[in-house]
C-alpha cells in the first residue's frame, strides 16, 4: 500500500483514503511535518486544548516578527509588504477527517498545506499561537539548530 503522493495535499488525501473505513467523518486528524522535529509536548497540548471544540480545526503558527519584503525577478527589493496580522503556518494541523478530505479532493495540488485547502472551501482555520522552538528544517544551517533544540529538550528539569 503507497500513500506518497507528487505533493504533500496528494500525500495526505491519499492517506485519509486509505485510512477513511477506519476512522469516523469527526475524527480529528493531526497533520505533521517531518521537516519540524522539534515539536514540544507543550505545543502540541496547546493545539488540541484551543482546536478540540472548533468546528473548522486549526494549526500551529507563529506572529511574523521580521519586515517583509517581496522581490522582484532580478532579486531586488519589489516592495515591502506590511507584517500587522501575518503569521507562519506550522504543523500540525488538526481538522476533522471528512472535511479535511473533501477539502483536499476539492482543492487540487495548488494548496501548501491543509489549512490553505480549508480556506479554498470558504472555512477559516484557528490561528494557535506557537513559537520559534517548532522551527522547519529547510536549510543545511537548521540542521543545528534542531539540533540544539533537541538535546536541551533531553535534559533534565531543574
Known sequence: MRCGGETRAATVRNSLRIIAGEVDAG????VHDAARPCISAGLLD????EVLGDPVGGILAQPVADTLK???GAGRIAETVP???????????MFHHALLLKALEQAGTDV???ASALEALG????LVESDMTNLKVTYPSDLEAAAWLLS???EPMT
Not at 46 to 49: A, D, I, P, S, T
Not at 123 to 126: A, F, V
Open 70 to 72: 517581496r522581490a522582484d
Open 83 to 93: 507584517r500587522a496580522g501575518m503569521w507562519g503556518a506550522q504543523t500540525p494541523q
Open 123 to 126: 472555512l477559516y482555520p484557528k
Open 46 to 49: 496547546r493545539l488540541l486544548h
Open 112 to 114: 501548501t498545506d491543509e
Open 152 to 154: 536541551r529538550a533531553a
Open 27 to 30: 475524527d480529528w486528524m493531526l
